[in-house]
């Protein structure tokens, strides 16, 4: 579900959730592994509560408390589908 969520995350805002500051080297990938283990998410400027609410249940440490695919699919969010 976590990688559907960064999937999701993208096809809305066109890049991911995730980032890291990039050094003199041009890597960023210590930071960004970090975020990613912490769940710490950049959010774009105006995100909805809505949407924080969904993303943060989809980057939830414990898997399980994480949506499951049911959950994910039930939400009012998708019910114009």
Known sequence: MWA?????FYLLYG???YRGK????G???SELY???AKAHMLPPDKFPNHLKEIFSKFFKIDENKRYSAEEFLNLDYFRFM
Request: charge should be positive.
């Open 34 to 36: 970090k975020n990613i």
């Open 22 to 25: 990039v050094d003199k080297l």
């Open 27 to 29: 890597n960023s990938d």
């Open 4 to 8: 559907i969520g960064v999937m999701f």
């Open 15 to 17: 890049r991911y959730p």
